[in-house]
C-alpha cells in the first residue's frame, strides 16, 4: 500500500481571525484539542488538524464550509471519533469540525416510526429518549458512536441481520455541501422513487461528498419478548450451517453472533466465566411470546442436528445479559490477552456460503501467528471481525499483522466478498476498494470531483484524487 | 410544467453502418419497431427513437456505447416498456437499446439466498425458475416487468412494507458506463463499508447514468405458510389506523393493499363481485402456520376495534385468489368503468401518520371530477396511486386530469410526502421533483454531469440539463 503522507500547513491569518469572530471559545488552535480529533487506532499515525471547531447548527457548518472554501482549506467532520480505518484523521491538516454538540433530538414520530436528530446524537441517548414511546432504534455498532458518523462510514453491527444497516435505516438528510449549500435528500415518505439517491450517495461518503447535520431514521418498535439464547459448536461449520438454514427458512433472527475458540478462552480469562472454549453461538429472538418460544424451538433443533452443545436460553432481562455477557466483553477480553497491549479490529464480508471457509483458513492464519488474535462476527451477514492484541513497543507485531490484514482481505474478494463490511475505507483500505470494485472506483473519484472539485471534504479518504 | 419537445435527428450514415454491421438484424430503422419504443402511456405523446437495436449481452451494450457516443447520438435503456412516467421515451431521438432478449439467469445460490440475471429477465420468469427451490424474489410491481427495468425506476409495489424495494433487493449491478467501460456496483457480500453506493446511485437513475446488464438479488425463502384476508372498514381513517397499529406493534405484514368505496364499486361491476362497496384492506401473512394465525388473531381484533367489518380470511392457494382478486383486478376495472376509455395511474408516498388526510381530500377531489377515478395503494408504505378512467377523445379530460393531478402532488409534499413512491420521474413529474428537493436536483445534475458529460445516456429524464 501506498504510504499515506500527513500535510498540513498553517491556517491563513484572516481564516483564523473569521473563525474566532465566528465560533469565539468553540474555535480551538491548542494542540491538546488538535491531538484528539487527529488521533485514530494504534496503527495510524496520529494526523492532527490545524483547528478544531465545535458547530451548534447546520448555519455554523455553512458559515465554516464557506470559510474555508473560499481559503483552500480542508474540513473533516468530526464525531464521537469511534471510527477505526483513520477515517477521521486530518490527512492534510485543516480544519475539524466536531459535531457532537449538535445533539438535539429534533422531532419523533411515534405514528410514522420516524425521528429526526441532529448529527451528534449519540445512539445510545437517542434509544434513551424513546425507550418510554415504546420504540428503538437498532443499529447498534458497537461503540457509542454519533448517528451522524454511523451514517457517515455506513455503520451496522450486532442486528444488521434483522433491522439492516444505516444504509437502510436512513430516511434523508440534511447536508452540507462543498459549495456551502444546505439541501435535504429526501422527504420524510417511506419511499419514493424521485430521482437519484442521494441519501444513499452520502451514506458510506465518510464526508468527503457533503457534511450530514441532521438524519431522519426509521424506528421500530420494541417487541413485546426478547430471548436470548447461547450454543457451542464441535465444528465451525456446524455453527455457521446452523445459521444458514435457520436463515434459509425464514427465521427472523434479530442478533446471531459467532465467537471463535480462542475468543471463548479469552472471554473466560477476562471474565471469569466457564464457557465450552468452543466456536459459540449468540442469539437474540424478538416477536411475541408465541413467536420467540418458536423461533427458539426451531433454531435449538436447527443446533442440535448440526452438533451443537446444551441450547441455553432466558427470556429475563438479568440471564439474558448474563448469556449475552461474553459477546459484550469479546473485544476488551482478546486486547487484555497481554498486560499492556493495545487492540486493533479489523473487518470484512463473504457471501454466507464461503463464511466457514474463510473464517477456517482466517483460523490457521492466526494459529501461526507470534501474538494472540481472536475472530468474531455477524454470522447472519456473513460478516466477521479479527481483533488483534498488539505490543506497541514491538514495530515487528504491526508488520505481521499488517500481512496477515492483508490476506485476510484477498480472501474475502477471492470469495466474491468485501474488503470491509462495516468499517468502511478511510485511509485503511484503499489500495483493496480498487482490488474490489476496479474501475468502478474511477465512477467515484468523477463523482467526488464533480461534487467537492477543490478536495477540500475530508481530503485523501476512501481514495486519493 | 414547460413542454418536453421531442426532438430528434437522422442517425450518420456511417454509425447506421457501424450498427448493422455489428448487430445484423439485430438493428431496426423501420418505422413500426421505432413507433413500439416510442410510445409511453396515453398521456405523453409519441417520441420515437431514430432506430433501435436488441442488445444480446454486456459486451454488445458496450460496443453500442462507445459507437453512439462517438457519434454523438442518444441510447436509451429499453426493458418490458411497462413504466409510465414516459420514462423511455426518446425524448431526442437516438437509439433504443432493447434488453429484453438479454434473458438468462446467470447463478441462483440458494446457501447465499441471491442470484443474479441478466437485465431483461422478467420477474415471473424468474419467480417461476425459483419455485422448485423454495426461493422467491418478492418485489411485485404488478407488470411483469424486466429486473434491470425495475432497478433503473426503484420499482416495488405490493409488498414492500415487508421485503424493501429495488432499493434494498439489489446487491450488485453491472453496468455499461457513458465512457464505454463496464462496472460492477459492488460485490456479492450482504453489506459493505467500501466506498460509494454506486448500487443504490444507478437504482432509480433511469438509465440516466448508465445501461444495467446485470442485476445481483436478494431472494427469499418461500414462506411455510401464506394466509389471506380481506376486511371492508365504515371509514378510511378505521382502515389507515388498523394498518398503522399492526406496524406499530411489529407485525410483518407481507402486504397490505388499500382501496376505495369507487374501486371497490368498480371492482364489483367489472368482475361480477359482491363485495361490500367501502374502503377494503386486503392482506397477506407469511410465516410458520402458528405465526400466521397469531397475526391473522391480532389483526382482526384491531379491524374489529376500528370499526372494520367480516375478517374473510384464507390460507387456502384457490381461496386466496378469490379473496385478493379485487385487488388484482382493480387497475382493469376502474379503466373499463366507460366503454373504450384509457388508464392513467399515478402515485404519490407520504408518511403513513398523514395518509387518511391525503387520501380524504383526494377522494374530495375525485368526487368533484367529470370523470371516474380509483384510489389504491400500499397503506404499509403511505403510498397510493389514483387511476383515472380518461376518454381518449376528450383533450379536457386530460387537461382535467393534470390539474387533479397536480393537486394530489402539491398535497403530498405539503405533508412531507415524496410526488413519487414508485413510478419515477420520468417525463411527468420534472417540476415537481424541484419542488420536493431543490438545490439537491442541482447536485444531481452536478453528477450526471460528470459521469455523462455529453449528456447521451437517456437524456431528457428526470431533469433537462
Given at each position: 500500500m501506498h504510504p499515506i503522507v500527513h500535510e498540513s500547513r498553517a491556517l491563513p491569518a484572516d481564516l483564523v481571525d473569521a473563525l474566532s469572530a465566528a465560533f469565539g471559545n468553540r474555535f480551538h488552535l491548542g494542540e491538546a484539542m488538535r491531538t484528539q480529533h487527529g488521533q485514530s487506532e494504534a496503527h495510524f499515525a496520529p494526523m492532527l488538524p490545524d483547528a478544531v471547531v465545535f458547530a451548534h447548527s447546520t448555519e455554523e457548518v455553512v458559515t465554516l464550509v464557506r470559510l474555508c472554501v473560499a481559503a483552500d482549506v480542508p474540513i473533516i467532520p468530526y464525531g464521537a471519533?469511534?471510527?477505526?480505518?483513520?477515517?477521521?484523521?486530518a490527512a492534510r491538516g485543516g480544519v475539524s469540525v466536531n459535531?457532537?454538540?449538535?445533539?438535539?433530538?429534533?422531532?419523533?414520530?411515534p405514528d410514522d416510526l420516524d425521528c429526526t436528530v441532529q448529527a451528534g446524537v449519540r445512539r445510545e441517548q437517542l434509544n434513551e429518549h424513546l425507550r418510554d414511546m415504546g420504540l428503538f432504534f437498532p443499529i447498534d455498532p458497537g461503540a457509542n458512536a454519533t448517528i451522524g458518523g454511523m451514517a457517515s462510514t455506513r455503520a451496522s453491527g450486532t442486528n444488521a441481520v434483522r433491522y439492516g444497516t444505516m444504509r437502510e435505516a436512513v430516511l434523508s438528510l440534511r447536508v452540507v455541501t462543498p459549495d456551502g449549500r444546505e439541501i435535504r435528500t429526501?422527504?420524510?415518505?417511506?419511499k419514493s422513487a424521485a430521482g437519484y439517491d442521494l441519501t444513499r450517495l452520502m451514506i458510506g461518503a465518510e464526508g468527503t461528498l457533503g457534511i450530514i447535520t441532521e438524519v431522519t431514521l426509521r424506528l421500530h418498535g420494541i417487541p413485546e419478548a426478547i430471548s436470548s439464547a447461547v450454543c457451542s459448536f464441535e465444528t465451525l461449520s456446524g455453527a455457521v450451517d446452523t445459521v444458514v438454514q435457520a436463515i434459509q427458512i425464514g427465521i427472523p433472527l434479530a442478533r446471531v453472533e459467532i465467537l471463535d475458540d480462542v475468543q471463548m478462552r479469552a472471554v473466560n480469562r477476562w471474565s471469569k466465566l466457564d464457557y465450552p472454549e468452543l466456536t459459540t453461538l449468540f442469539f437474540e429472538f424478538h416477536g411475541t411470546p408465541a413467536h420467540v418460544a418458536e423461533q427458539i424451538a426451531t433454531v435449538a433443533e436447527l443446533a442440535d442436528a448440526n452438533g451443537g452443545g446444551h441450547f441455553l436460553w432466558s427470556n429475563l432481562p438479568e440471564e439474558r445479559s448474563k448469556l449475552w455477557k461474553a459477546r459484550h466483553e469479546a473485544y476488551y477480553a482478546t486486547v487484555n490477552l497481554r498486560p499492556g497491549a493495545v487492540g486493533w479490529a479489523t473487518d470484512v464480508c463473504v457471501p454466507i456460503s464461503r463464511l466457514a471457509e474463510c473464517i477456517g483458513d482466517t483460523k490457521r492464519d492466526l494459529e501461526a501467528a507470534t501474538l494472540p488474535a481472536t475472530i468474531l462476527g455477524h454470522v447472519g451477514d456473513g460478516n466477521f471481525h479479527v481483533v488483534f492484541s498488539i505490543?506497541?513497543?514491538?514495530?515487528e507485531e504491526m508488520v505481521e499483522v499488517e500481512a496477515i490484514n492483508r490476506r485476510l482481505v484477498e480472501r474475502a474478494l477471492a470469495m466474491d466478498?468485501?474488503?470491509?463490511?462495516?468499517?468502511?475505507?478511510?485511509?485503511?483500505?484503499q489500495d483493496w476498494l480498487v482490488a474490489e470494485l476496479g474501475d468502478a472506483v474511477d465512477m467515484m473519484r468523477a463523482i467526488k470531483r464533480a461534487l467537492d472539485p477543490k478536495d477540500l471534504f475530508n481530503p485523501g479518504k476512501i481514495f486519493t484524487l
Open positions: 471519533g469511534t471510527s477505526i480505518e483513520g477515517n477521521t484523521a459535531l457532537s454538540e449538535m445533539d438535539a433530538i429534533v422531532a419523533v414520530n429526501a422527504r420524510r415518505a417511506r505490543d506497541p513497543h514491538a514495530p466478498g468485501t474488503c470491509t463490511g462495516e468499517h468502511g475505507i478511510g485511509l485503511g483500505k
